[in-house]
């Protein structure tokens, strides 16, 4: 069972990135998959989370930031516009504990850093 996320880098203020998160080693349409991010010094804050469903939990009140899934290719992504350097962290994918949003337990992928910075 894995969560691969990738697709951060360093991007200048008011740029985009998209990330990715590939699944592999469980039936993907199963679960709800959310995705969080740590800053250096900061407790780690969810950002988003899509459940089987395709509903949409938003945890931070930004628009900028839109989570979608691909179940035909194992993947959820999470697009982030208008990028700021606040929004500077490490971001982790998560597997749910089912297909709902929320769960305590969480199955953790490694994360993708995130820079914004000019």
């Known amino acids: 069972v894995q969560l691969q996320a990738s697709g951060g880098g360093l991007v200048q203020p008011g740029g985009s990135l998209r990330l990715s998160c590939q699944a592999s080693?469980?039936?993907?349409?199963?679960?709800?998959i959310a995705w969080f991010r740590q800053a250096p010094g900061k407790e780690r804050e969810g950002v988003s989370c899509?459940?089987?469903?395709?509903?949409i939990k938003d945890y931070l009140d930004k628009g900028r930031f839109s989570i979608s899934r691909d179940n035909a290719k194992n993947t959820v992504y999470l697009q982030m516009n208008n990028l700021q350097p606040e929004d500077t962290s490490v971001y982790y994918c998560?597997?749910?504990?089912?297909?709902?949003?929320?769960?305590?337990?969480?199955?953790w992928g490694q994360g993708t850093q995130v820079t914004v910075s000019s």
């Open positions: 998560a597997r749910e504990v089912g297909m709902w949003c929320g769960s305590e337990d969480k199955l």
């Open positions: 080693g469980f039936i993907f349409d199963d679960y709800a």
């Open positions: 899509i459940s089987r469903s395709g509903l």
